[in-house]
């Protein structure tokens, strides 16, 4: 990718590059429009965070994506695979190569960590038994958390480590994309820059593509290689964080430029 293409929405790449391509996605609620011709591409291997002001659609758009909203119009293709064209079959090799982790965690909570890390691989897969249990104690450990988090219940965590139990739950199936929405929505700042660290070794380790919503400044500065803006119902804004900044207008300018701005980013 050319520094001429990271400022683009579309890239000039091959098609086998890309994790995620979007073309003229609408999503619409009634009369009211959230997206309109919107595109998007998104290599594989790259964390690309995404930002907007309250009512862009930023999770609708996750949504449309990973197929649990269809939009009105346009084409999503995952891993080189039409998201909403897909047989049964497709779908479901699909759903085993994406992992969620929803802004609140999600998780089951009368599950212990252990079994709600279980539950997409007992789900996908025909494992049983100890197999199942092994396999999930090594997402669990991946996700930074200590053995014995795994017979807890999410109410007996704390913030930072729900956030990494549903992380666990999002790497069950040895997906190749991670999608999160608000990682480190209501975590300190030490333990939100923990999390970044972990999710940038994860990216690293397993080859994973990233796809992360966020408000935290912090995280696009440490975990992001591209930052990508959604205003007026499309991407408005693509590039580096510092070529975004640079090249802010409106929402965005008040974002990068008020005093958590400023703190984050100097």
């Known amino acids: 990718m050319s520094p001429a293409d990271a ?13 995620i391509r979007l073309r003229g996605v609408a999503n619409r609620f009634g009369k009211t429009t ?5 595109d998007l591409d998104i ?21 449309a994506i990973i197929g649990l909203r269809a939009p009105q119009a346009g084409s999503i293709e995952v891993l080189g695979q039409d998201v909403w ?9 699909l759903d085993r190569s994406v992992g969620v982790m929803f802004q609140d965690g999600a998780l089951f909570s009368n599950l212990t ?4 890390v279980v539950v997409p691989l007992a789900e996908h897969t025909e494992l049983e038994g100890a197999l199942l249990d092994e396999i999930a104690m090594l997402k669990i450990a991946l996700a930074g958390l200590p053995g014995d988090a795994a017979g807890k219940v999410p109410g007996e965590l704390s913030g930072g480590m729900r956030k990494r139990a549903a992380l666990a739950r999002a790497l069950a199936l040895d997906p190749q994309i991670l999608f999160l929405d608000e990682p480190t929505a209501g ?3 030490i333990t939100a820059g923990r999390f970044d660290e972990l999710v940038n070794e994860l990216r690293s380790a397993l080859g994973l593509t990233v796809y992360l919503i966020t408000h935290d400044l912090d ?5 992001c290689d591209r930052v990508a803006v959604l205003a007026d119902g499309k991407v408005s804004s693509i590039g ?7 090249h802010a207008e409106g929402w965005t300018r008040e974002y990068f430029s008020g005093p958590r701005g400023r703190a984050a980013l100097g």
């Open 7 to 19: 400022i683009t929405p579309t890239l000039d790449v091959a098609p086998e590059r890309l994790a």
């Open 34 to 38: 959230i997206h309109e011709n919107l």
């Open 43 to 63: 290599l594989r291997g790259e964390t690309v965070g995404v930002v907007g002001g309250s009512g862009t659609g930023k999770s609708v758009l996750l949504r």
């Open 85 to 93: 064209h897909a047989s049964q079959a497709q779908r479901s090799v």
């Open 113 to 116: 960590v252990k079994e709600n």
């Open 187 to 189: 975590l300190d700042p």
């Open 219 to 223: 995280t696009l500065r440490d975990a």
């Open 240 to 246: 580096p964080l510092d070529y975004v900044r640079e």
